[in-house]
């Protein structure tokens, strides 16, 4: 064989697409990596939230976060964003505040996202 053809040969063999790794231990891995981190994050902020907000809306949110004193929380709803935002507008923003205080992990503002199905 031609050592021209031959090199070509083995050009294609180290630039070629490699065989992807489509094992998926390492996606749940990280996912699972991630739930222990915000869980930490929550802490017992979790708990003060679901004691403070009154449960009917409550039961439409989800704790994404908490980074900074800033609460993120996300609802279903737009209609479960705007009666979340007035019950914090009302006074609940301050009594998770200092309730937040009170189990040492400071809650300084709450972020309200809707997510929409």
Known sequence: MDPRLEHLERLRQWRG?????????RAFRDFARDQTRIAKALGSVSETFESIVPIV??????????????????????SCQFALDRFLRSGGEAKLRTASEATGQRVNSVRVVCHHD
């Open 17 to 25: 697409t490699k065989e992807r790794n489509v094992d998926v231990s």
């Open 57 to 78: 809306i409550a039961n439409e949110c989800t704790l994404v976060g908490l980074r900074g004193g800033v609460l993120t929380v996300e609802t279903r709803s737009a």
